[in-house]
């Protein structure tokens, strides 16, 4: 049926700025997961984590309105809960609240416990799924990490760290591009274009996912050109997909939309959300992790003639501003406290980039047979399967089971945006 590739990357820039105060970090023990384990937190992040996902997509469609939208939210909410983690008082406050943590009713131990047993569970190996969630943070070596920051950060984000000379901007750019270019097997290139004189630390956080849907789609089925209403007043023209198959599918008629679950091979879905013309904004305004609960139970499995377009999208955003306006305020200012990573002169955070890019199509990478009798015991049915055919601007969603994690979420409004 059809495959995806996705490469997200996430960066965040550290400055030396001035001296803050050291406070506490939690001094719970941190285990090692080896395999993914029962954990309640993990479980109250999902929606946590749904929540934020939200929010952060409602600020992207402010940003940039009528335009494709793509990212990674657990990409995000990870990188900023390890930020969290060397991040102190006030500054560590504001990160995790804008995550939607609350320390009354998580406490910090157990907010990082969850995001380890989550990078565990998504990184732990699948059959017929690769979905690997990697940190790199690329440290001035003039710097000296506290021991136990950078021992917590392995056991508990998986995280390389890399000494790196940003004295020689040139060559420190050089080898963070050719690091991301290596682990993303070449799908992203020249990531950092600018890097300032004063550096000392760069966060890098990507996720490599690459799969085949359970009921791969007939090359051959799939329409050379077909009309996509962009708007009222614009139409392209784009491969569209089709096959007649049983899928898990609903018509929420509170919210105007139409929702089709296309599973990947076991251990990921995707589900994609058609709102009717005019109701995108609704849709979009009330999306929660409430919603998505609602709809696993609602999704009933039927035959359904489907088109869903090929396409490829990619976005690149500065979440620089955009966290800013979400609340997290002192880690770019010069009262930033991030005494967890380090007895040094403090550091503010700088930039904050995130990329992903996104193909849909028919297959995997590996040849998959669809029988071509497939539809023949049902010839008389044809006509009264319901059509969804995805032939204007819909919403879509990634997610991983064991955890009900968002690994993605996007809109497309132009598939031939690339």
């Known amino acids: ?169 040139s060559a420190a750019k050089h080898e963070i591009n050719n690091h991301v270019e290596k682990q993303t097997k070449g799908k992203v290139v020249g990531l950092i274009q600018d890097l300032k004189p004063n550096t000392i630390m760069v966060l890098v956080n990507y996720i490599h996912f690459k799969a085949q849907w359970a009921s791969p789609f007939d090359p051959s089925e799939t329409l050379d050109s077909s009309s996509f209403l962009v708007d009222k007043t614009t139409t392209v023209q784009v491969p569209m997909m089709h096959q007649m198959e049983q899928y898990y599918h609903l018509v929420d008629m509170e919210l105007n939309c139409t929702v089709l679950q296309m599973d990947y091979s076991k251990s990921a879905l995707a589900l994609f959300v058609l709102p009717r013309e005019g109701h995108l904004e609704w849709v979009e305004a009330v999306m929660s992790s409430k919603t998505l609960k609602k709809w696993n139970r609602l999704l009933k499995k039927g035959w359904v003639d489907l088109f869903v377009p090929k396409f490829s999208i990619s976005a690149t955003y500065d979440l620089g501003v955009t966290l800013l306006k979400m609340g997290i305020q002192d880690a770019y200012a010069e009262n930033a406290d991030f005494s967890g990573f380090t007895e040094d002169s403090g550091l503010k955070l700088s930039n904050a980039a995130h990329k992903a890019v996104l193909h849909i199509g028919e297959k995997g990478t590996e040849v998959v047979a669809v029988p071509e009798v497939k539809l023949l015991n049902q010839p008389e049915k044809t006509l009264l399967h319901p059509i969804i055919q995805f032939d204007r601007p819909f919403m879509l969603m990634i997610l991983e089971k064991s955890t009900r994690s968002i690994l993605f979420l996007g809109k497309v409004v132009n598939p031939t945006e690339v």
């Open 1 to 169: 049926m059809s495959t995806a590739l996705y490469l997200v990357i996430l960066v965040l820039e550290f400055h030396a700025t001035i001296h803050c105060v050291p406070s506490s970090i939690s001094e719970s023990k941190v285990t090692t997961c080896h395999l993914p384990q029962q954990n309640a937190t993990l479980y109250k992040m999902s929606s946590i984590n749904a929540d934020f996902a939200f929010n952060l997509y409602r600020r992207f469609t402010v940003e940039t309105p009528d335009r494709n939208i793509f990212f990674s939210p657990v990409s995000i909410s990870a990188a900023l809960a390890m930020l969290s983690f060397g991040a102190c008082s006030r500054t560590q406050t504001q990160i995790l609240e804008v995550l939607g943590f609350n320390f009354t009713d998580t406490p910090m131990a157990e907010i990082q416990h969850g995001f380890q047993y989550l990078i565990c569970s998504l990184n732990f190996p699948k059959k017929e799924l690769e979905l690997q969630m990697e940190n790199a943070l690329f440290i001035g070596k003039q710097l000296k990490p506290l021991a136990k920051f950078m021992d917590d950060i392995k056991t508990l984000y998986e995280t390389e760290v890399l000494a790196t000379d940003f004295s020689n901007v």
